[in-house]
């Protein structure tokens, strides 16, 4: 079944062979995988990957919905749709509260609300850049290095994902991740050449960011931005376009208002019960 899938993906999406097998090695397992054939072939295939979410001060099991995809000659058929029911029966089973998901494509929206799915994760970005003043000596040590202590890591660390995961913890309504999440996000950071930076004090880290390079070098994006305060954020990105040589960091962050934000993804209530019990 695993190759089936596979080759299933191959033909749908345009991911590079390296981030394939990696997809397959550390995410795809016969528990999570979920497909419909004809004869010997798969037509369309999801994986259900479990995922604690933060709701309403509890936290609550929950299945996103990765690699959905239905070969090109078996569209618009309802494949899908009918995958998608099976998968929520076998989500029900194994009690998991919510189903989320990120659409690929815009069109995509409509049609996961169609199957029950509504908006609910937002997202802002914002723009760092240096002072003209601070670009012009970036080669030079800045101040706060005889203060905090920086690093660039692309492998596990323990102390980094203590602090990652205690400070989203702190987020309503937010995805977590466990250790074994965290270890696929570093994967899939040395396979684009991204990389987490952490800023600590003389105790503990205090701040971390995790990069990720665009095709024009000057930019670069920061998917997720964790802080102790706005002074050590500043002091962290300053870091980062310094040790980098970036002229702008694009940093993506969790909404604080709903009518400026962008849609990022979608949940839909799979056990009823528990959620209003929460």
């Not at 995988?33 to 369309?44: F, L, P, R, T, Y």
């Not at 995509?108 to 760092?128: N, W």
């Amino acid at each position: 079944m695993r190759e089936k899938v596979r080759k299933l993906w191959k033909l749908c999406f345009n991911d590079s062979p390296e981030f394939i097998d990696l997809y397959f090695r550390l995410r795809y397992n016969g528990d999570v995988n979920i497909a419909i054939e004809s004869g010997e072939e798969v037509i369309a295939a999801l994986q259900m990957l479990p995922y604690p979410m933060t709701f309403c001060g509890q936290s609550l099991p929950t299945a996103y919905v990765s690699g959905a995809c239905t070969h090109p000659d078996y569209r618009n058929r309802g494949v899908m749709r009918e995958l998608l029911a099976q998968a929520f029966g076998k989500m029900y089973h194994k009690g998991q509260a919510f189903t989320t998901l990120i659409p690929a494509e815009p069109w995509l929206f409509d049609y996961y609300e169609k199957m029950g799915y509504a908006p609910a994760f937002y997202y802002e970005k914002r723009i760092f850049s240096l002072p003209d003043e601070e670009a012009k000596s970036a080669g030079n040590p800045p101040e706060a290095d005889h203060l905090y202590t920086f690093n660039a890591l692309n492998t596990y660390h323990e102390a980094a994902y203590q602090y990652f995961n205690h400070q989203i913890l702190k987020r309503p309504c937010c995805i977590q991740h466990t250790v074994n999440d965290f270890r696929v996000i570093l994967a899939d950071l040395q396979l684009s050449g991204g990389q987490l930076f952490t800023m600590a004090n003389q105790r503990n880290i205090i701040a971390l960011a995790i990069t990720y390079p665009d095709k024009d070098p000057s930019i670069l994006h920061v998917g997720e931005l964790l802080a102790d305060s706005p002074e050590v954020e500043q002091q962290l990105l300053a870091h980062i376009c310094k040790e980098t040589q970036t002229g702008k960091l694009d940093i993506i962050i969790p909404a604080a208002d709903k009518q400026t934000a962008s849609l990022l993804g979608m949940a839909r209530i799979i056990h009823p019960k528990a959620v209003l019990q929460a």
